[in-house]
């Protein structure tokens, strides 16, 4: 098959390598090779369908062309024949791809067409033939020998031809022959025993090898053997030959250079080819007494005198006693007396010499087959190798037992273990004859059965009477498919597993669920009101007494199912919902009631029985009264200080404060204003505070914006868009959420993570980030009011050293102003300054022992600072004490952490 097109057709993706596979498998398939073999005329119909119902899976098409080969169904010549079916043709390739309908004809003509010009225009620039040799072939078939003299006259070549082994020994002796072509199946020996025993004698000599039934050989000394028995030699010698040929001739060629450089070198005369000729005269003798070492001495001129010859010489012999040492290496003799070798090679005698003591001679392993006297088994004797024997391959032998009977199961791994055995093995069975047989395989969960016929080994075939008999007996009668049974058997799809029976698996009841019922009292609001943060409004969920807040559903009983014997499975129920109150402690309950609600209805709702807001906490809900307030926080409302949730519709306006004991929700945004929460605080429009507004949380704050604000949080602080100008100090994170967002200016204080998407800004303003340190929220309430009076006092130092040529107007403003405040601490501040002034005083005294501390060494929470996008100088970081500065602008993602005591960026 066109392997080189198929390659092309894949890489153009004309064909995918799924359809390679389906081309592959059809092509090697005992169905193509019988189909090939009917159409020539040499099996007859009977004989192709016996072949073609065989499985891909047991046995290739090289199987049973070696089967057919062994029973004289067929001959080598017919192989051959058989085999042009299948050579390297387009057109045979282009006729499976359309029987398959991978690719229309009129569609893949064009690409045969331009592979057949590329094909010729390569055979036209093929290099130059090789240099002329002087060949020995040996071969005892006439197509073999036709072939190759085909190939190799019209080159040149000079060829003997020989046509047994014992022939060809003779020949190498008397010629000096470049090289030795065998085929591998000769009458005497095979092909690569008489390569390997003249490589014994003449290690310069080169060899080819063509034919066989195994995968490959590699031998030593320059052995190459090609093995391609898919039918017949001629396609395998055509395709291949020349490629063999030119790798010999560059191993030759590569020799004599070596040859020419050391020549070149002024090396010693040391004549190889003389100690080569000296080693066919060294002969190795087995006795009972000892092995003996015998060299002619008419052909090995005698030294006389090691000492008195001259350096090439002495470098000659040399080599020559190193040439026999390897050679008795080779023979795996033991105890070699070395002294006897260099005598004999220096002082040859003229009878053997005893240079061993007494050792076996190798034998290869042998193995004899025959069938058992009942006929059921195939038995096999093996007798393991002695010395440097060979060992058998356990493939070879598989044909010598179906020789003996080819019906029967193989034993592989019997014939594996025997060949690898030291010991002799008598009568072991290695096939074994089998009648057809079914299994079948009931699923765990008993509703699936699975058929699986198995083959028969000259033994009985299976009946559909036996096959029902035993469904009978394992109990199956639901879902059976009795025609599917039927066409399996009739069929005879061997060791294939198929679903003959189908039951129905139970499906479970649905466990009982709670869902929330959707509050949406604020949608008007949000739908006229541009840029809402969605996300702060629904946590609001206002309900009114008697209105349902959750919804139980029940749970479900199940459906039973059903399994192959007919028995029913039954289905589990589900569980109900579980509901326990805040008062008890059950792990187990999927909800937990709070204040101010009532399970209802038969345990189906969940009802608020009272006006308030909706909280829920993972399994925990309950109903808290809230405060409102329809409008701003200003002088129409005043000061807020109320027990529970508050929800502020407006604004807090400049110098009012707020307070509650649980969450505030502000819709508006906060000025310079005071914003106290015993939960957390939710600011849908933002802080915009003139460096004086102060928010603090016992939970966490949350806000579209934060500008000119003093913001302290228990747990974190979120801004949608920026932080600018600002102090936050948080024991949890602190991080702007907008793809845009950005942190300039002012101090940020976290316990663990600080993250945004710009941080600082091109003119340098100055930004500083301390997280994992210890953050006392009294103490830093105190430095804010440290900070607010030195920046009061240094206001009141500029205004009084202004020039008393300042006009009237300006004093009189100023001196009315005045009136307008009092002393605190010795210094006189606005009215305006002492109201956060006294805010800070009054928290101080309650809070001062009150407030837990943040301690950072008893978290195990990685410190970090995350900027997406933009980082600018004149920002100064700080990580557990450990300092760093931005010096120049960073472009991209970083992140900072502490490695031991070193802050270290990474991108």
């Given at each position: 098959?066109?392997d ?14 799924g ?7 059809i092509f090697?398939?005992?169905?193509f090779f ?8 040499f099996?007859?119909?009977t004989?192709?369908?016996k ?7 047991e046995?290739t ?6 089967y057919?080969l ?6 080598t ?7 042009e ?8 390739v282009?006729?499976?791809i ?21 094909i ?22 006439k ?9 190799l ?19 190498v ?12 199946e ?24 063509f034919?066989g039934?195994?995968?490959?050989y590699?031998?030593p000394n ?10 017949g ?19 030759k ?15 010693p005369?040391?004549d ?5 000729r000296w ?18 001495p008419e052909?090995?001129?005698?030294p006389h005198d090691?000492h ?5 010489d ?7 006693i ?7 290496a080779?023979?795996?003799i ?9 005598m ?9 010499v005893k ?9 290869d ?9 009942d ?7 093996y ?6 024997g060979r ?14 009977q ?7 791994s ?9 010991r002799?093995?008598?009568?072991a069975?290695v096939?074994?004859?089998r ?5 079948i395989?009931i ?14 080994y000259?033994g ?9 008999q035993l ?24 060791d ?15 466990d ?7 509050l ?7 739908q ?12 609001m ?9 959750i919804?139980?559903e029940p ?9 192959v ?5 039954p ?19 999927t ?15 969940v009802?608020?029985t009272?006006?308030g ?9 309950d109903?808290?009264?809230v ?6 926080v200003d002088?129409?409302?005043g000061n ?7 929800l502020?519709r407006?604004s ?6 707020v307070?509650?004991?649980g ?5 508006g945004?906060?000025e310079?204003?005071v914003?106290q929460?015993?939960?957390s605080?939710?600011?849908?429009q ?6 004086k ?7 966490s704050?949350t806000?579209?914006s934060?500008?000119?604000a003093?913001v302290f949080s228990?747990?974190s602080i979120?801004?949608?868009s920026n932080?600018?100008?600002?102090t ?15 942190i ?8 663990f ?5 710009r941080?600082?800004?091109?003119a340098?303003?100055i ?14 309430i105190e430095?804010?009011?440290?900070y607010?009076?030195?920046?009061i ?37 606005k009215?305006y300054?002492?109201?956060f002034?006294?805010?800070i ?23 970090r ?7 600018y100088?004149g920002?100064?970081?700080?990580i557990?004490?450990?300092n ?8 991209g993602?970083?992140n ?12």
């Amino acid at each position: 098959m066109n392997d080189r097109f198929l390659a092309h057709l894949v890489k153009h993706d004309k064909i995918s390598p799924g359809d390679l596979k389906k081309i592959n498998d059809i092509f090697h398939s005992p169905w193509f090779f019988a189909k090939s073999a009917l159409s020539l005329g040499f099996i007859s119909k009977t004989q192709y369908e016996k072949i073609a119902t065989v499985s891909a899976d047991e046995k290739t098409a090289k199987d049973i062309a070696k089967y057919l080969l062994a029973k004289r169904i067929l001959t080598t010549t017919q192989l051959a024949q058989i085999g042009e079916k299948h050579k390297n043709d387009l057109d045979l390739v282009k006729n499976i791809i359309s029987e398959l309908d991978i690719i229309e004809p009129a569609r893949l003509d064009p690409e045969v067409e331009a592979f057949s010009e590329q094909i010729r225009r390569e055979a036209q620039e093929r290099r130059t033939p090789l240099a002329a040799l002087d060949i020995l072939l040996v071969c005892a078939d006439k197509t073999f020998e036709e072939v190759i003299r085909e190939k190799l006259e019209p080159l040149g070549h000079n060829v003997t031809v020989h046509n047994d082994a014992i022939e060809a020994g003779k020949a190498v002796d008397e010629n000096e022959y470049d090289l030795v072509v065998s085929e591998l199946e000769l009458e005497i020996i095979d092909g690569i025993q008489m390569v390997g025993q003249m490589l014994n004698n003449y290690k310069k000599l080169y060899t080819a090898v063509f034919g066989g039934d195994t995968d490959s050989y590699t031998l030593p000394n320059r052995l190459y053997i090609e093995e391609r028995f898919f039918f017949g030699d001629k396609n395998n010698i055509e395709r291949h030959f020349d490629e063999y040929i030119e790798k010999i001739v560059r191993k030759k060629s590569g020799m004599q250079g070596l040859a020419d450089k050391l020549a070149a070198a002024d090396a010693p005369d040391f004549d190889q080819a003389e100690i080569i000729r000296w080693m066919r005269d060294v002969r190795v003798e087995y006795s009972k007494d000892g092995i003996y070492l015998e060299i002619d001495p008419e052909k090995v001129p005698r030294p006389h005198d090691q000492h008195r010859i001259s350096e090439s010489d002495k470098q000659k012999y040399k080599g020559f006693i190193e040439a026999v040492n390897k050679k008795l290496a080779d023979m795996k003799i033991e105890k070699i007396d070395t002294r006897a070798v260099e005598m004999c090679v220096w002082y040859p005698w003229k009878k053997a010499v005893k240079i061993a003591p007494p050792q076996e001679q190798s034998k290869d392993a042998a193995a004899s087959f025959s069938l058992s006297e009942d006929g059921r088994f195939v038995l096999m004797d093996y007798t393991p190798p002695i010395g440097r024997g060979r060992r058998l391959n356990p493939r070879n032998l598989v044909f010598k037992v179906q020789e003996v009977q080819p019906e029967f199961c193989i034993l592989n791994s019997t014939i594996e273990n025997v060949c690898f055995s030291d010991r002799p093995v008598n009568a072991a069975p290695v096939a074994e004859k089998r009648d057809a047989s079914v299994e079948i395989r009931i699923s765990p969960d008993g509703t699936e059965a699975f058929m699986t016929l198995r083959r028969p080994y000259g033994g009985k075939p299976i009946r559909l009477k036996q096959v029902r008999q035993l469904i009978k007996d394992m109990g199956i009668k639901h879902g059976l498919d009795k025609n599917l049974i039927k066409e399996f058997c009739e069929s005879s799809f061997w060791d294939r597993e198929i679903c003959i029976a189908s039951g129905r698996l139970p499906v479970d009841g649905r466990d009982g669920s709670v869902r929330n019922v959707e509050l949406d009292d604020y949608e008007e609001r949000r739908q006229s009101c541009t840029g809402v943060n969605h996300r702060i409004v629904q946590a609001m969920e206002k309900v009114y007494a008697g209105d349902p807040i959750i919804i139980v559903e029940p749970p479900t009983d199940g459906i039973a199912g059903i399994n192959v014997m007919g028995e029913e499975i039954p289905a589990k129920p589900g569980k109900p919902v579980k509901f326990a109150t805040s008062t008890q402690s059950d792990t187990d309950a999927t909800l937990i009631l709070g204040d101010n609600t009532e399970l209802v209805l038969g345990g189906t709702r969940v009802i608020a029985t009272i006006d308030g807001m909706v909280k829920r906490d993972g399994r925990y809900i309950d109903v808290s009264p809230v405060y409102e307030v329809d409008g701003d926080v200003d002088y129409s409302v005043g000061n807020l200080d109320i027990s529970g949730d508050l929800l502020i519709r407006g604004s807090v306006l400049s110098k009012f404060e707020v307070k509650a004991s649980g969450d505030i929700h502000i819709l508006g945004s906060v000025e310079d204003a005071v914003v106290q929460s015993g939960g957390s605080i939710y600011i849908e429009q933002g802080v915009y505070g003139n460096e004086k507004a102060i928010i603090y949380a016992a939970n966490s704050v949350t806000a579209k914006s934060i500008e000119q604000a003093n913001v302290f949080s228990r747990g974190s602080i979120t801004a949608h868009s920026n932080i600018s100008h600002s102090t936050l100090v948080a024991y949890g994170n602190i991080e702007t959420t907008a793809k845009n967002g950005f942190i300039v200016g002012g101090l940020l204080r976290a316990g663990f993570k600080v993250a945004t998407s710009r941080l600082g800004s091109q003119a340098g303003t100055i930004t500083t980030l301390d997280i994992g340190t210890t953050i006392n929220m009294a103490d830093e309430i105190e430095n804010l009011k440290s900070y607010m009076l030195r920046k009061i006092s240094l206001g009141l130092a500029i205004a009084n050293s202004k020039s008393d040529a300042d006009n009237e107007k300006e004093k009189e403003e100023k001196d009315d102003e005045a009136l307008k405040g009092t002393r605190y601490e010795g210094i006189h501040i606005k009215s305006y300054n002492l109201f956060f002034l006294k805010w800070i005083d009054n928290f101080i005294r309650k809070n001062k022992n009150r407030v837990p501390v943040f301690r950072p060494d008893a978290r195990t929470v990685p410190y970090r600072i995350t900027i997406e996008n933009h980082t600018y100088p004149g920002v100064y970081l700080r990580i557990k004490g450990m300092n760093f500065v931005i010096k120049n602008e960073l472009v991209g993602k970083r992140n900072f952490s502490l490695s031991g005591e070193t802050i270290v960026e990474s991108v």
